[in-house]
T-cell receptor, first 114, second 118 residues
């Protein structure tokens, strides 16, 4: 069974641009969560989607948005990029987001802002 | 709000020796606890979880963790370390109480780097 797939693996952008990251969950998984990982702030929760609906959101500005499609694939968008958005963005999936389920992570997209 | 503390930035151990990576948590209700491992340029890999039941939880690759409610701890252990265990380890918690039985985000600790020397 294929794991969580994130594309692209690496991305370089400049300030002010926008970016879209993609995540394909494990087959059959309907809950997708996004995290930002930086050396200074560690792992921080961005948002979680289930059945195309955002169920939970972390403390990030409105420049960070996401969506989920009917096949459970998810995209994350960051607009008006800032230098501080440089990070590893991780996507994780689980069957239905139940609290006793572990999340399964992709290898991430490393975003660098110049 | 829930939180997790990993008091050691780095743990050094010789191959073949037992290892412990410490984790303490703070929640208002009942904790659901998880350990993950991250290898360089990779995502997080699930090792084990505590939801309820036995305080000693066994997971992947010979790892285990002991839940201690009185000390609010969930330390990760392995009887005999391997060089290949060298990686970054994260403890995470979900805070479950009757007010928030819906999806709860995972809150991660800052991570502990484990270095196993040959």
């Amino acid at each position: 069974k294929a794991g969580v797939t994130q594309t692209p693996r690496y991305l370089i952008k400049t300030r002010g641009q926008q970016v879209t990251l993609s995540c394909s969950p494990i087959s059959g998984h309907r809950s997708v969560s996004w995290y930002q990982q930086t050396p200074g702030q560690g792992l921080q929760f961005l948002f979680e989607y289930f059945s195309e609906t955002q169920r939970n959101k972390g403390n990030f500005p409105g420049r960070f948005s996401g969506r989920q499609f009917s096949n459970s694939r998810s995209e994350m968008n960051v607009s008006t990029l800032e230098l501080g958005d440089s990070a590893l963005y991780l996507c994780a999936s689980s069957l239905d987001g139940a609290n006793n389920q572990p999340q399964h992570f992709g290898d991430g997209t490393r975003l660098s802002i110049l | 709000a829930q939180s997790v503390a990993q008091p050691e930035d780095q743990v050094n151990v010789a191959e073949g020796n037992p290892l412990t990576v410490k984790c303490t948590y703070s929640v208002s209700g009942n904790p659901y606890l998880f350990w993950y491992v991250q290898y360089p340029n990779r995502g997080l890999q699930f090792l084990l979880k505590y939801i309820t039941g036995d305080n000693l939880v066994k997971g992947s690759y010979g790892f285990e963790a002991e839940f201690n409610k009185s000390q609010t701890s969930f330390h990760l252990k392995k009887p005999s370390a391997l060089v290949s265990d060298s990686a970054l380890y994260f403890c995470a918690v979900r805070d479950i109480n009757r007010m928030n039985t819906g999806f709860q985000k995972l809150v991660f600790g800052t991570g502990t780097r484990l270095l196993v020397s040959p």
